[in-house]
């Protein structure tokens, strides 16, 4: 399948490349100019990130990038419920990949906390990320195969709440069957408010998946990502 092929909703953008690495690196740039867009105006800059193996090239240019990250505050987009430093962890791979050089001054805001269950720790959660002005200023989400972005997975019980436009909370617990991890993620009205907004796509299989998605836009409970195939999304992906 060509990448010009694919029947893209008017107003999203794809950018296409040959390599990972361009690819990581016209997303860290394109990254970085809306956050010292944001920055120039005043204030504080939020980003949120996904985990993952497609992100972390990405996560590495970006770190590289000259701007006021001291400024900027961070977070996941989801978490599994897991202690940081386990290999599931995303916090760990952040840490490891992004939180460095130049970026080791960004404010991280981490959606695990050291309470018993993800549940209890939920009030928590919600009061640490109460201080985020919304709309977020970038928002970088990735895709599984079925259909999933960040932790709203079509089996989740608690699709319906996390998926609802009127979500009365920022984040949700997620207990996928599908997983085997208890997840926390932010709902869809945060993340898809989102003032810069890109999917990180890498592989044919994921191509696949797109076109799949695209086939029927508004079925969200199928595939989760159709409801942010929107006006206003930007692309990228490489082989």
């Known amino acids: ?29 394109h990254v ?14 939020s980003l949120v990130v996904s985990g993952g193996s497609t992100p972390v090239p990405f996560f590495q240019t970006l770190a590289q990038q000259e701007l006021a990250w001291a400024r900027v505050t961070m977070l996941l987009a989801d978490e599994r419920w897991v202690p940081e430093g386990d290999p599931a962890s995303n916090t760990t791979l952040v840490r490891q990949n992004l939180l460095q050089g130049r970026a080791k ?31 977020l200023d970038v928002v970088v989400l990735g895709m599984g195969n079925d259909g999933h972005t960040a932790s709203l997975f079509p089996d989740a019980p608690q699709l ?13 617990v997620m207990t996928p069957p599908s997983q085997a991890h208890t997840r926390v993620t932010l709902t869809r009205p945060v993340l898809a408010g989102a003032r810069f907004l890109a999917l990180h796509l890498r592989g044919e299989d994921k191509l696949e998946t797109l076109e799949r998605a695209l086939k029927a836009p508004d079925d969200w409970r199928e595939m989760p990502i159709r ?3 929107k006006p206003g999304l930007r692309i990228y992906w490489s082989p």
Do not use: H, N, W, Y
């Not at 399948?1 to 740039?29: I, N, R, W």
């Not at 970085?32 to 800059?45: D, F, K, V, Y």
């Not at 919600?126 to 985020?132: F, R, T």
């Open 32 to 45: 970085a100019e809306s956050l010292r867009g944001r920055l120039r105006r005043g204030g504080r800059a």
């Open 105 to 135: 001054e960004v404010r991280f805001l981490s959606l695990r906390q050291p309470l018993c269950s993800a549940e209890q720790a939920l009030p928590a959660i919600e009061q640490l990320l109460a201080e985020l002005k919304l709309p």
């Open 227 to 229: 409801a942010f195939l």
């Open 160 to 172: 319906p709440e996390a998926m609802s436009i009127q979500a009365p909370g920022r984040v949700c």
């Open 1 to 29: 399948m060509k990448t010009c092929d694919l029947p893209l909703p008017e107003g999203v953008q794809a950018f296409f490349s040959e390599t990972t690495q361009e690819c990581a690196g016209q997303l860290a740039l």
